[in-house]
């Protein structure tokens, strides 16, 4: 048994932030969340995981190549299945340990808290052994996993892991080990000392056992075993501690010299590990439908994007469950390309197409797989989004005045390593106001050496100049009412704006056919 000082024992800190790496800060749910539908991922990702408190993590992108690279390593360790398993089944104890505080803290009775409290201590013994000697067991090839392994080992060979587990189990055999008589007369209870009196139990089966039949209908009626105990018990309870008070105060000592038993570094290890398993749970679900994801290469020196087979997240969440065709796309951006913009007609796939953009980089931030079996981003500073809104007579200003208002706010703030998403901008205006507004914003878009995608009915703006890439919704040439959901690299077809002005008055095929018949 080995008392040697914490200083001693291997450096390890987390798995999700490489050592020295500051974790500590605020973490809000960044502004463009609801735009990308990320806040309906989130939703799915922390759902039945409430206990951990995930939203932080999954809101604060990283900024550090080193850093991404840190948990990509312990994420794919965390992808082979007999390290998940290992640590799923450790997830389970600590989980199951954290029930029987909560419990304990529940219960009014000081004695049934004290045996709720040294049962958890024994969950937690028991879960970090057997994690300790499991690990040891799997190739785990991350710094993350391998710091984690060797700080479990040293915590658990220490003499202050060994001497509590001793404690816990000495403590409950004490309390485990006691017997006692319970006579009852009428109303009266009377508790005693055991005095090796006769247990006639066995006897008493042996004597029934005689008219045994085979298997025969149970008549018996299923009790509900409460947790709390009624007055009866607590009241028996009391006299067997007055009769063994010192296996009794032998425990209540334990228990408040042991009250901060659980390891800050074990704790943190439950807490963070579910980062990576909700999302591996996520995409898993994803994979089964043939789904692909990869590992994005990362970079805050080289701009520019490349994805292939790529998706939104939040939409192949939905369809997914539904057994529906989830649409993947092709696209990147190189030298000096820097806005992808995507004309062509509505519900074709283009705001889906602005979303995956801007979910393409948060979840490479966070150090995460990402949608596609190709994908190589570039780390923003930070993400901005403008997606159409309801005008908000507060304000009072116009739709179009507000919108102004929005895109110059996003201006002011962006600088060169910013990620623009900017979604059907200015529809609430003129073709050529559009046409003006949208090439000046576009313009300083590009003074500002930011990137991003915009999405617009103004076909003119895709050919605004070398930085500028044209993205198509593309439909089906047979039937123009159908669309196919692929955005692909092509100059405009000069129909955007035929295709929205159609739509607003409602002339478009779908549209005719719902008024006329077919």
Known sequence: MRFEPRSAWPRFESVLFDPGQDSRGVFEQPDYFVDLNLDQVLQSLTAGRE???????FSAPLRDVAAIRYRQAVLCDLERPPVFAVVAEFADGMRRMRAHLEQAEKLRNEFQRQSWFVDAV??????????????????????????????????????????????????????????????????????????GDTDHSERVLETFARFRQGAVRSYLARLTDFVEMNQVEERILDCVARLHPDEFAQRAEYCERHRDYLDATIARFDREVQFYMAYLELIGRMREAHLPFCYPSVSTETKGMVAVGTFDIALANKLVPEHREVVGNDFHLEGPERI????????????TFARTVGQ????????????????????????????????????????????????????????????????????????????????????????????????????????????????????????PAERTFKVLRKPADGLA?????????????????????P
């Open 497 to 517: 704006y035929a295709w929205a002005i159609a739509e607003k008055h409602r002339l478009t095929y779908d549209r005719l056919v719902e008024r006329i018949g």
């Open 51 to 57: 206990e951990y408190d995930l939203a932080p993590f």
């Open 122 to 195: 024994e969950i937690y013994c028991a879960a970090l052994r057997s994690f300790a000697e499991e690990l040891v067991q799997c190739e785990v090839s991350s710094r993350g996993l391998q710091g984690l392994r060797d700080y479990l080992a040293e915590y658990v060979d220490s003499g202050l892991f060994a001497s509590l587990a001793v404690e816990t189990e000495a403590v409950k055999r004490a309390i485990t080990g006691i017997r006692y008589r319970v006579k009852i007369q009428g109303l009266r209870v009377t508790v005693s000392r055991y005095a």
């Open 340 to 351: 992808f913009v995507v004309s062509g007609p509505n519900n074709g796939g283009k705001t």
């Open 360 to 479: 393409l980089h948060h979840l490479a931030g966070l150090g995460l797989m990402v949608p596609g079996r190709e994908a190589r981003v570039f780390l923003p500073d930070r993400i901005y989004t403008h997606f159409e809104k309801e005008e908000d007579i507060e304000t009072l200003r116009g739709k179009f005045e507000d919108e102004l208002v929005r895109v110059h706010a996003i201006l002011e703030q962006a600088t060169p390593n910013s990620v623009l998403v900017m979604n059907e901008s200015f529809n609430s205006t003129t073709l050529n106001d559009a046409l003006f507004v949208g090439a000046a914003v576009i313009n300083r878009i590009l003074e500002i050496d930011a990137f991003g995608v915009y999405v617009t009915f103004v076909d003119e703006l895709a050919s605004l100049s070398e930085a500028t890439v044209s993205m198509v919704s593309q439909i089906v040439p047979q039937n």
